[in-house]
């Protein structure tokens, strides 16, 4: 009785050490994350995991190795890591964004696209899976299908940049100028200065055959920042295309002086003799 008791203490302290051994890697692992020792933290995490393999707590260990791996620049790693937390925990909404957003790095879309819909289904308002997705789409012209997503987004957040800008793409894209322009119009007024959304303003004009009012944002584009290269050579080709050729000349000029090489204007420069 005595051995069998004795037995049951050693099975216990042992027990106890091992979990301790764990834990105290695991409080190890995370101050050096927090430093950023990264080399260090992946180490402790990996002896964490080799300590205790059937631990509960190892979803959140391989999760954790994950993001160390990735902030290393160890993508595949990474991925393998973050794969092993899923193993365990397959509807951890976090652990698929993070494996989504690293397969969208290595422009793994169809895997992404897996992820971001497994997400949607456990939480259908995630702003996050739901703009990623309507990228997908995009790329993928199912515009009818990203426009849903983009919807969803604007539904929970009227204000959301991204989503705005993709629902304006879309009405380019599908040739709808007029409400492209006017979804612009909208977020210029609240943004005046906002050079990035003339410029975009600009494109949808001279596709819609508005030179005229794609050479005025243009003009404003290079009043508020005038060392802006790109928005000479866009303000060169709107003349270029108005037949304005000594003014788009004098554009492009401006441009390299801006820092553009001339070999890359050259066939523009060509095109204004």
Do not use: W
């Not at 205790?52 to 620049?73: E, H, I, Y």
């Not at 200065?193 to 600009?202: E, G, I, N, Q, V």
């Not at 920042?225 to 037949?243: C, N």
């Not at 000349?249 to 801006?258: F, H, P």
């Amino acid at each position: 009785m005595n051995k069998i008791l004795s037995i049951i203490v050693c099975l216990f302290m042992a027990l106890s050490v091992k979990a301790q051994s764990y834990n105290q890697l695991i409080e190890k692992a995370m101050e050096y994350t927090k430093r950023d020792s990264l080399v260090q933290a992946e180490d402790l995490f990996r002896q964490a995991l080799k300590s205790d393999p059937k631990n509960a707590r190892n979803a959140l260990l391989f999760s954790n190795l994950g993001t160390v791996l990735k902030r290393q620049g160890k993508t595949d790693e990474a991925l393998e890591a973050y794969t092993m937390a899923l193993n365990i925990t397959p509807y951890a909404t976090s652990i698929l964004l993070n494996r989504a957003a690293l397969y969208m790095e290595k422009n793994l879309l169809n895997k992404a696209y897996v992820d971001y819909c497994n997400v949607i289904d456990l939480l259908p308002e995630n702003i996050e899976a739901r703009l990623f997705r309507a990228y997908i789409y995009m790329e993928q012209r199912q515009y009818a299908e990203a426009r849903i997503d983009y919807n969803v987004v604007l539904g929970k957040d009227a204000k959301n940049r991204t989503a705005r800008l993709g629902i304006i793409m879309l009405d380019e894209k599908e040739g709808r100028y007029a409400s492209a322009r006017d979804g612009l119009n909208l977020m210029i007024q609240e943004n005046p200065h906002d050079t990035s959304l003339l410029k975009m303003r600009a494109n949808i004009e001279l596709e819609d055959n508005h030179p005229e009012l794609a050479l005025v944002d243009i003009e404003e584009v290079i009043n508020v920042t005038p060392a802006d290269a790109e928005a000479h050579i866009m303000q060169g080709d709107i003349l270029l295309s108005m037949k304005k050729k000594d003014e788009a000349r004098k554009a492009y000029e401006q441009a390299i002086r801006q820092g553009i090489p001339r070999p890359e204007l050259e066939e523009r420069l060509r095109q204004c003799k």
